[in-house]
Nanobody, 119 residues
Framework: QVTLVESGGNLVQPGGSLRLSCAAS????????MGWYRQAPGKQRELVAT???????NYADSVKGRFTISRDNAKNTVYLQMNSLTVEDTAVYSC?????????????WGQGTQVTVSS
């Protein structure tokens, strides 16, 4: 069982920055990709960014150039640096981990952290 614990969500003004963290525990050697998804009120959950164990990344078009995902495999932690935030970035951000195919590609989720962008 993989457990994901997020932190860093907060209220920030438009144009501001935040850094989210997600620490994984429990059989972390099985984890391939880690990433972030978000869900705004009344909208479906959407991909923000993911980073695989081999370093490859994937970003939503809406965050390219503003958000950066990084990962410390030694600490089993993934980060999301968010810059130039807009009100459209307001959402619950959830950490995600996907196991290697040999382990069934099982997906785990964190509990979510609220990011509110408002003046």
């Amino acid at each position: 069982q993989v457990t994901l614990v997020e932190s860093g969500g907060n209220l920030v003004q438009p144009g501001g920055s935040l850094r989210l963290s997600c620490a994984a525990s429990g059989g972390t050697f099985r984890i391939n990709a880690m990433g972030w998804y978000r869900q705004a009120p009344g909208k479906q959950r959407e991909l923000v960014a993911t980073k695989a164990r081999d370093g490859s990344t994937n970003y939503a078009d809406s965050v390219k150039g503003r958000f950066t995902i990084s990962r410390d495999n030694a600490k089993n932690t993934v980060y999301l640096q968010m810059n130039s935030l807009t009100v459209e970035d307001t959402a619950v951000y959830s950490c995600n981990a996907v196991l290697f195919p040999i382990y069934g590609s099982r997906t785990y989720w964190g509990q979510g952290t609220q990011v509110t962008v408002s003046s």
